[in-house]
């Protein structure tokens, strides 16, 4: 009986089955497939532990980043509070010190008129009231001294702080979440120094200002204490106070001087006007003078007149002390034009001198040798004082001749330099009288106003910080990895020195004003930013 | 034409696969193939579940804290069909400036109800997000039940601007000094 045909695939079968080698090659088949998947397995773990390893260590770092990130920001609006509650004690401050120059203004006028009723009424109603404003003076001097003071020295400490509590707040929360051995770490420039270290009194001074001038502060820094006689001192004092307790330097010096000739309330809107710049102008530094305080001005005038009474008197004992063979000259050389001519004076005698000026009265002197040239320039200078600022409209042109040159000299007293100088001076008796600076270098403000101490701070390195997260990587993971690798390789490669290596991963975040175009805080300027309560932290790729 | 007695025993006597040991040793690298192949697809799910787990995590812990720490986007996403993911996210208190000295200067001048006076007061925020996946199982030779994998993330909390206008807010402090120091109803000499 013949068997049916087998196909190919049944002879194929048939054979493999029967072979004699067939156990060989399974064995060895066994055993090169046993190894490939138990290091394909092997790699698949170590390489899912890795991954994992490597996400958790990031999200640390972005914890910490973003904590130190939120907690700086939450100290520069901390700053900005500072700032505004300094600003908002300067307004009180500037009305408070206006309204106790006005009280003595007041008395200065009222009390010397003994003869009249309303006048002494005034009076006594200051000598009454003056304890009261006195005493309200020196606290609110006290307390925004110790107020800037303290909210000053807070800014400067508050970031090292927040960064210290923030790695406290991250390593604290580790354990918890079961990886107690990763180690945190942070790049933070606020623990090695003050990063709110700029100063912005200028711009502090100048918002107190903007903010008391249209309130109902000046005038009315406390209950009326006696009827105004000055009605608009106040206000025009609270738009040159900044200058006086800020600092003449700091301060800049747009809201300054005004012109010792112009009202008291034309003097008040020049003031007014002025202050609204004053803060941009700070390289101006012109030194603070009140002409809008009447005993200031009466006492410039006053002074400015006896100088030139001196100088007057002087030119006429040289005069005198010339012998003019011409009977009709000399004495009318002050009057008229003020020039004289040369031949007015004839020979000068043996006794005949020149005229002797003091100390005080030479600065403001000018003598020249009269000429037609001379004579128009004084002419123009004379015309120029009459519509001008100065203390009045006083000839001020003197001749003599000079005793060693023989020739008609002319001399000018320099009113505006005498008007500018002595203001400046009876300014600063008052201001001292009054217990105020009188330049910047005597302001005690107590502290300051701040601002970071990178003036460009939404790009400056000092307002990020990075935080570095690592952690061993499992024994078991590295010794699993490492057998794998010895049996890939038949025993040929050694363990892996990178993975029992510590690696730090980086996260990073840094702190802002949102001034950017689609910001709400887009239309801040600079340098108050500081002084406005929106910043705000974001994650950034690295410090610079 | 053989006896089938005889044929049996021809067949018994060759080598390879017609030997009893060789059948069931076979058998049984086949099955620890199958083991492998099972346990490389549960590591796959597992890996799978988890990444899924941590990104949903990632991307909720995230946008809860740039949203102010309102809670917006505190849901988890979904994950993947082979590993869905649930998830929730809070707002967490998380620390607080130290400055109580400073707050006791300020109080004397009458302070408190300013917009931006919390800065001073307020304790840090941070949003806290957990997400697990929703279960992978595993065939049954290979373990039983389901199992669940779950990631945590921390984040800071950006807050809101406490600013009420792009301008300094002297306002509201100035009038709360001087009214209350100054004009003499509060504390004062």
């Not at chain 1, 400067?156 to 580790?174: F, H, M, P």
């Not at chain 1, 009265?361 to 200078?381: D, G, I, M, T």
Request: aromatic share 8%; charged share 15%; glycine share 12%.
């Amino acid at each position: 009986m013949r068997l049916p045909r087998r196909s190919w695939t049944q002879r194929a079968l048939i054979r493999f089955a029967t072979d004699s080698h067939g156990t060989m090659s399974l064995t060895f088949a066994q055993l090169f497939m046993g190894a490939l998947t138990i290091g394909l397995g092997s790699f698949r773990g170590t390489e899912a532990y890795l991954s994992f390893y490597y996400e958790t260590q990031v999200g640390h770092a972005n914890y910490a980043a973003t904590k130190l990130g939120a907690d700086h920001a939450r100290a520069a609006n901390t700053n900005t509070n500072n700032n505004v509650i300094s600003a908002s004690i300067m307004g009180p401050r500037f009305g408070v010190e206006a309204d106790n120059i006005t009280m003595d203004a007041d008395a200065a006028i009222a009390c010397p008129q003994t003869h009249n009723a309303h006048m002494q009424k005034i009076c006594a109603e200051y000598m009454a009231g003056k304890p009261r404003a006195l005493a309200k003076l020196l606290w609110v001097r006290l307390k925004q001294q110790f107020i800037w003071g303290a909210l000053g020295q807070l800014t400067s400490t508050i970031d090292k702080v927040a960064s210290l509590g923030a790695l406290d707040q991250v390593r604290s929360s580790l354990p918890a979440s079961g990886d107690g051995n990763v180690s945190i770490r942070a790049e933070d420039p606020s623990t090695s120094g003050n990063i709110w270290g700029g100063d912005n009194t200028p711009t502090g001074c100048s918002l107190a200002q903007r903010d008391a001038l249209p309130s109902e502060m000046p005038g009315h820094a406390f209950p009326i204490l006696m009827e105004n006689l000055l009605e608009g001192l106040p206000k025009a004092l609270v738009a040159t106070l900044p200058q006086v307790i800020c600092g003449a330097t700091s301060m800049g010096g747009g809201g300054g001087g005004g012109s010792g000739a112009s009202s008291l309330i034309n003097g008040a809107s020049s003031l007014v006007n002025g202050a609204s710049g004053f803060a941009s102008n700070g390289a101006n530094q012109n030194p603070i003078k009140l002409p809008e305080v009447p005993s200031i001005s009466k006492d410039t005038s006053k002074q400015c007149g006896d100088l030139e009474d001196q100088m007057q008197t002087q030119i006429q004992r040289a005069r005198d002390a010339q012998a003019p063979r011409d009977s009709g000259g000399g004495h009318g050389g002050g009057g008229g034009g003020g020039y004289a001519a040369q031949g007015n004076y004839g020979e000068l005698g043996d006794n005949a001198a020149g005229p002797v000026f003091s100390n005080e009265l030479a600065p403001y002197v000018h003598c020249a040798v009269s000429s037609p040239e001379n004579a128009q320039k004084r002419q123009q200078a004379r015309s120029n004082r009459e519509f001008g600022s100065g203390y009045g409209s006083r000839n001020s042109d003197y001749s003599y001749m000079d005793p060693k040159s023989h020739q008609l000299t002319a001399c000018t007293f320099d009113a505006d330099k005498c008007q500018n100088d002595k203001l400046e001076s009876n300014t600063a008796s008052f201001l001292h009288n009054a217990g105020l600076p009188a330049s910047s270098s005597e302001s005690n403000l107590g502290g300051a106003t701040h601002a970071p101490s990178d003036s460009d701070w939404n790009h400056a390195d000092s307002m990020r910080a990075c935080a570095y997260s690592s952690a061993d990587v499992n024994s078991k993971i590295v010794n699993i990895s490492n057998a794998a690798r010895t049996v890939m390789s038949f025993g040929q490669s050694g363990p892996s020195t990178s993975l029992s290596e510590r690696h730090e991963y980086q996260s990073c975040a840094k702190w802002y004003f949102p001034d950017g175009a689609e910001s709400q805080f887009s239309s801040t300027p600079h340098d108050q930013q500081p002084f406005v309560a929106a910043w705000k932290f974001a994650p950034v790729a690295g410090r610079n | 034409m053989m006896a089938p007695g005889k044929k049996w025993r021809k067949i018994r006597g060759k080598r390879g696969f017609s030997h009893v040991s060789m059948t069931l040793e076979a058998a049984a690298v086949m099955g620890w193939f199958v083991v492998l192949v099972l346990g490389e697809k549960y590591v796959g799910d597992a890996t799978s579940a988890r990444r899924a787990a941590e990104d949903s995590v990632e991307q909720s812990s995230v946008a809860s804290a740039m949203s102010y720490c309102a809670g917006g986007g505190a849901g988890a996403s979904a994950g993947s069909a082979a590993a869905p993911v649930q998830g929730s996210a809070d707002v967490r208190q998380n620390g607080k400036l130290s400055i109580s000295s400073v707050l006791s200067i300020i109080a004397g001048l009458g302070l408190g109800s300013q917009k931006s006076f919390p800065l001073y007061t307020e304790p840090f925020q941070g949003a806290f997000a957990t997400a697990s996946s929703g279960g992978v199982t595993p065939h049954r030779l290979v373990g039983e039940g389901t199992h669940t994998f779950s990631g945590n993330r921390n984040l800071a909390c950006l807050e809101p601007p406490k600013a009420v206008s792009p301008i300094p807010d002297l306002l509201s402090y100035r009038s709360s000094i001087f009214d209350t120091t100054v004009r003499g109803y509060g504390p004062n000499p």
